[in-house]
């Protein structure tokens, strides 16, 4: 074990050059990164109940000014809010560009529907709906914010499941006929069984063609009271936390760039493969997400194809395919001589397939392809005292294998992740030659790129960690082809 390495945490880099590891210090200290082009005002349009509009509002005026931690919590886990004028050098209204509420009674009769894809589908047009009115009288607005009651968080998911409501189920079978064919009678519309069983996933893929990115916050979320659990409410992070994470995302969906890495390595990419089943037997729907050297995510669209592979969880392309996606991730960079692409993907990769991304490549650039998983047989590192395993532990098997600590006890903030013992990530370079140790850096620096936050870091890097939630949108409906490829749409 003496070859074990602990990486620094990644610096980030913020207006006027300033350094540092954690976002929120940054921010306090130096102000987001693009000081100069940053949006002066973040406009946005609100839709929700008439509650679910008020609390925003609350919510709104309460983080315009300082919000400090309460003297029994930890400001270093908990660091003060200092406003988001402040922090964002940017102004947030109270008021909204454009507002409108929805009937609360139409929405939780749409929301009990005992059929999952017409119950989702309908609640998902109520608000979909009112987007498009808004998006039509031209409203200035840089950002949608949807205020979900928690009835629709609780019934309007894959995994919901309640008693009672109106209508009645349909059956596994029936579901995956209905896209392909009309009733004698139509009762139903076809359409709504190809969308995603999931109101996140399924409002994202729907309100694209709208160009306006998507903030979803639950209403209870915007609770001002403390973080304990009073009358049956959910239990919530301090006010500053959620103030922290909810301006984030608004100021990087309104076209604002918080942060980026700094010190990478220029002429470097790295790029995310995934695959995602779609509705349609024997077809999966490839994606990519790239990051380069300035830390901006850009999603790929893929071809479709029967990519799997009889062992569960595989999937491979063809070499042309192949080819195509690296080809269009590329094109999306800026012009400049590219050195190196790292391809991170989940399964392994053929020979064929390797043979399509390298043909994608330019002259002179150097592929690598690291798959990067969750280590699954159960390895644990143990250190001694009451705290795991540091956050940026690297253990390198072999010169082409290795893992690496994403999560894990941070001396910055004097706490680990959860109550589990911390699970490494396994690299495996399964093509190509590069430095393993290179590898494991940029990968741990990779965790630091998700704005729909404001944390120190993630447990995997942007190029895996966010495959799901990309894929479901990408595949919810499968004639979505003018997807956006900016990844606020996704987040």
């Not at 409501?165 to 359409?191: C, N, V």
């Given at each position: 074990?003496?070859?074990?390495?602990?990486?620094?945490?990644?610096?980030?880099?913020?207006?006027?050059?300033?350094?540092?590891?954690?976002?929120?210090?940054g921010l306090t200290l130096f102000g987001p990164l693009d000081s100069k082009t940053r949006p002066e005002e973040l406009s946005y349009?609100?839709?929700?109940?008439?509650?679910?509009?008020?609390?925003?509002?609350?919510?709104?005026?309460?983080i315009t000014r300082p919000i400090l931690t309460d003297d029994h919590l930890s400001d270093v886990l908990w660091p003060h809010f200092?406003?988001?004028?402040?922090?964002?050098?940017?102004?947030?209204?109270?008021?909204?560009?454009?507002?409108?509420?929805?009937?609360?009674?139409?929405?939780?009769?749409?929301?009990?529907?005992?059929?999952?894809?017409?119950?989702?589908?309908?609640?998902?047009?109520?608000?979909?709906?009112?987007?498009?009115?808004?998006?039509?009288?031209?409203?200035?607005?840089?950002?949608?914010?949807?205020?979900?009651?928690?009835?629709?968080?609780?019934?309007?998911?894959?995994?919901?499941?309640?008693?009672?409501?109106?209508?009645?189920?349909?059956?596994?079978?029936?579901?995956?006929?209905?896209?392909?064919?009309?009733?004698?009678?139509?009762?139903?519309?076809?359409?709504?069984?190809?969308?995603?069983?999931?109101?996140?996933?399924?409002?994202?893929?729907?309100?694209?063609?709208?160009?306006?990115?998507?903030?979803?916050?639950?209403?209870?979320?915007?609770?001002?009271?403390?973080?304990?659990?009073?009358?049956?409410?959910?239990?919530?992070?301090?006010?500053?936390?959620?103030?922290?994470?909810?301006?984030?995302?608004?100021?990087?969906?309104?076209?604002?760039?918080?942060?980026?890495?700094?010190?990478?390595?220029?002429?470097?990419?790295?790029?995310?493969?995934?695959?995602?089943?779609?509705?349609?037997?024997?077809?999966?729907?490839?994606?990519?997400?790239?990051?380069?050297?300035?830390?901006?995510?850009?999603?790929?669209?893929?071809?479709?194809?029967?990519?799997?592979?009889?062992?569960?969880?595989?999937?491979?392309?063809?070499?042309?395919?192949?080819?195509?996606?690296?080809?269009?991730?590329?094109?999306?960079?800026?012009?400049?001589?590219?050195?190196?692409?790292?391809?991170?993907?989940?399964?392994?990769?053929?020979?064929?397939?390797?043979?399509?991304?390298?043909?994608?490549?330019?002259?002179?650039?150097?592929?690598?392809?690291?798959?990067?998983?969750?280590?699954?047989?159960?390895?644990?590192?143990?250190?001694?005292?009451?705290?795991?395993?540091?956050?940026?532990?690297?253990?390198?098997?072999?010169?082409?294998?290795?893992?690496?600590?994403?999560?894990?006890?941070?001396?910055?903030?004097?706490?680990?992740?959860?109550?589990?013992?911390?699970?490494?990530?396994?690299?495996?370079?399964?093509?190509?030659?590069?430095?393993?140790?290179?590898?494991?850096?940029?990968?741990?620096?990779?965790?630091?790129?998700?704005?729909?936050?404001?944390?120190?870091?993630?447990?995997?890097?942007?190029?895996?960690?966010?495959?799901?939630?990309?894929?479901?949108?990408?595949?919810?409906?499968?004639t979505l082809r003018n997807c956006k490829s900016e990844f606020k749409f996704y987040i």
């Open positions: 074990m003496n070859n074990l390495t602990v990486f620094a945490e990644p610096k980030l880099e913020f207006a006027n050059g300033g350094i540092l590891e954690h976002p929120r210090d349009a609100i839709i929700g109940t008439q509650s679910g509009v008020a609390a925003f509002g609350d919510f709104a005026r309460a200092p406003g988001f004028e402040e922090a964002f050098h940017a102004g947030l209204s109270a008021e909204p560009a454009w507002t409108e509420e929805l009937d609360t009674l139409d929405l939780k009769n749409a929301a009990t529907e005992r059929d999952d894809h017409k119950r989702i589908f309908e609640v998902v047009s109520i608000f979909v709906n009112r987007m498009k009115a808004a998006n039509v009288s031209k409203t200035p607005a840089r950002v949608f914010v949807v205020v979900v009651p928690d009835f629709v968080y609780t019934n309007c998911r894959s995994v919901s499941r309640f008693p009672g409501g109106h209508g009645h189920r349909i059956s596994k079978r029936e579901q995956r006929l209905r896209p392909l064919m009309l009733d004698f009678f139509e009762a139903y519309e076809p359409e709504q069984y190809s969308w995603s069983l999931d109101f996140r996933y399924q409002i994202k893929a729907r309100a694209m063609d709208l160009g306006i990115p998507v903030q979803i916050v639950r209403e209870s979320t915007l609770r001002l009271a403390g973080p304990g659990r009073r009358g049956g409410w959910r239990q919530l992070t301090p006010l500053s936390d959620r103030a922290w994470n909810l301006s984030t995302a608004l100021y990087n969906k309104a076209g604002g760039k918080p942060w980026k890495l700094h010190a990478v390595r220029e002429g470097v990419c790295h790029v995310g493969v995934s695959f995602k089943d779609t509705d349609v037997p024997n077809t999966v729907c490839s994606f990519a997400q790239m990051f380069g050297d300035d830390g901006d995510g850009t999603v790929i669209l893929g071809d479709e194809g029967d990519w799997a592979s009889p062992r569960k969880g595989e999937y491979h392309l063809n070499k042309e395919s192949a080819a195509r996606l690296l080809s269009r991730a590329l094109k999306s960079l800026p012009d400049k001589k590219l050195k190196e692409v790292f391809l991170h993907c989940r399964s392994p990769v053929t020979e064929e397939e390797f043979a399509g991304y390298q043909a994608a490549c330019p002259e002179g650039a150097r592929l690598a392809v690291i798959r990067v998983a969750p280590e699954r047989t159960g390895l644990r590192l143990y250190r001694g005292g009451a705290q795991p395993v540091l956050r940026g532990t690297f253990w390198p098997m072999s010169p082409k294998r290795g893992l690496l600590w994403c999560s894990g006890f941070k001396p910055r903030l004097r706490v680990h992740d959860g109550p589990e013992v911390p699970h490494p990530l396994y690299l495996d370079v399964q093509h190509g030659d590069c430095d393993l140790e290179q590898v494991a850096r940029d990968i741990f620096a990779l965790t630091k790129v998700n704005y729909n936050g404001c944390s120190l870091g993630e447990n995997q890097p942007a190029t895996t960690h966010l495959s799901r939630v990309v894929g479901e949108i990408l595949a919810s409906h499968r």
